[in-house]
């Protein structure tokens, strides 16, 4: 389960103003698409709906994807070097 977890910690921090982004760039986009499949518009309005609507899909995976590197865990270093030992471990 902790497989999951941590992940997860990484994409959810609503204490940043670049989750809020996602979030609103992935509603926006599903309203959009939800109103092109209720009203089903024809010609300029759906082609407009449309892209945008596929516009603000790409710049809500973009923005998801620049939150995950982000938030990327430090670097550990070389598994198999051993490094010093802390002082509470005497």
Do not use: C, K
């Amino acid at each position: 389960m902790a497989v999951f977890v941590s992940p997860l910690r990484r994409l959810w921090q609503p204490r940043r103003p670049l989750f809020w982004l996602v979030i609103v760039f992935n509603l926006l986009s599903s309203a959009m698409a939800w109103a092109l499949h209720l009203a089903q518009p024809t010609g300029l309005l759906q082609a407009l709906l449309t892209g945008s609507a596929l516009i603000n899909t790409a710049l809500g995976w973009w923005l998801l994807a620049r939150l995950w590197r982000e938030t990327a865990p430090a670097s550990q270093g070389d598994a198999h070097v051993q490094g010093p030992a802390d002082p509470q471990d005497r």
